[in-house]
C-alpha cells in the first residue's frame, strides 16, 4: 500500500460544485501540503499544514480550502469548482526540520476536471 | 523570494545518449536541493539530493553536484534508456527561512527514443 494515499484518483464535475480531495498518510509525518500541477508551471503550493492546529495558505489558496482532520489526514476543498481549476492535485508529506532535509513524499495525484 | 528556474522542454535523445537538464536557483539561505522525477500517471518521487555546497547526489546513473558559487544543480545521466522518459523537476527546500516549504522548477519532460 501507498504511504500517501488520495482519493479520488480521477472526478469530473461541473461548474458551482463543491469538491472535496482527500489525502491520507501512513508516514507519520506532521507536515503536510497540497499542490497544484498545470503543465508548464511546475507545481504549486496550495496550502500546507504543519501540524494538526497549524494550517498556513500557499501561493494560491484563493478558491480552495483545506481541513487537518488528524495528524494523517488533510483534505482540499474546492468550495465552488470553476474552470480554471482543473488540474492535476498532489498531496505530500515531509519531515520536520532536524528530522530530514525536507524531501516530500508525494501520492499519486488527483485528475480534476471542471466543466 | 527564492526561486529555480530549469531548462525548458521537450528533451528528445536517443537511448544511450548523455543528458544534462540545467537548473539554477536563487535563495537567501542554505537550501537543499533536489531532483523529482514524475513517470507517466505517477506522483513524484526523489530522484537524489543534496544538503551542502559541493555534495553530489547520485541514483539510478543520474548525478547532480550542488554549485554554490553558480547557484546551480544540473542534472547529468552518462546513457539514457526509455525508461528514463519522464519530467524532471529541480526544487529547493530551505527548513529554516523557507519554512520546509519547498519550491519547484517548471518541469523538463524528457523523451527517449529507442
Known amino acids: 500500500d501507498a504511504d500517501v494515499t488520495q482519493t479520488p484518483r480521477n472526478r469530473i464535475t461541473k461548474t458551482g460544485k463543491r469538491i472535496m480531495l482527500e489525502c491520507s498518510q501512513t508516514?507519520?509525518?506532521?507536515?503536510m501540503y497540497w499542490y497544484r500541477q498545470d503543465p508548464g508551471l511546475g507545481l504549486q503550493l496550495i496550502y500546507y499544514?504543519?501540524?494538526?492546529?497549524?494550517?498556513n495558505k500557499g501561493e494560491i489558496s484563493d478558491g480552495y480550502s483545506v481541513s487537518r482532520q488528524a495528524q494523517a489526514k488533510f483534505s482540499l476543498s474546492l468550495e465552488s469548482a470553476i474552470p480554471n481549476q482543473t488540474a492535476l492535485y498532489f498531496c505530500?508529506?515531509?519531515?520536520?526540520?532536524?528530522?530530514?532535509?525536507?524531501?516530500?513524499?508525494f501520492g499519486e495525484g488527483s485528475r480534476l476536471t471542471v466543466l | 523570494g527564492d526561486s529555480v528556474t530549469q531548462m525548458e522542454g521537450p528533451v528528445t535523445l536517443s537511448e544511450e545518449a548523455f543528458l544534462t537538464i540545467n537548473c539554477t536557483y536563487t535563495?537567501?539561505?542554505?537550501?537543499?536541493l533536489f531532483w523529482y522525477v514524475q513517470y507517466p500517471g505517477e506522483g513524484l518521487q526523489l530522484l537524489l539530493k543534496?544538503?551542502?555546497?559541493?555534495d553530489k547526489g547520485s541514483n539510478k546513473g543520474f548525478e547532480a553536484t550542488y554549485r554554490k558559487e553558480t547557484t546551480s544543480f544540473h542534472l547529468e545521466k552518462g546513457s539514457v534508456q526509455v525508461s528514463d522518459s519522464a519530467v524532471y523537476f529541480c526544487?529547493?527546500?530551505?527548513?529554516?527561512?523557507?519554512?520546509?516549504?519547498?519550491?519547484f522548477g517548471a518541469g523538463t519532460r524528457l523523451f527517449v527514443k529507442a
Open positions: 535563495a537567501t539561505g542554505y537550501p537543499s
Open positions: 499544514s504543519f501540524d494538526v492546529k497549524d494550517i
Open positions: 508516514k507519520g509525518h506532521d507536515r
Open positions: 526544487a529547493l527546500s530551505d527548513p529554516y527561512t523557507g519554512g520546509f516549504k519547498t519550491i
Open positions: 505530500a508529506t515531509s519531515q520536520n526540520p532536524g528530522s530530514g532535509t525536507g524531501e516530500l513524499f
Open positions: 543534496a544538503t551542502k555546497a559541493d
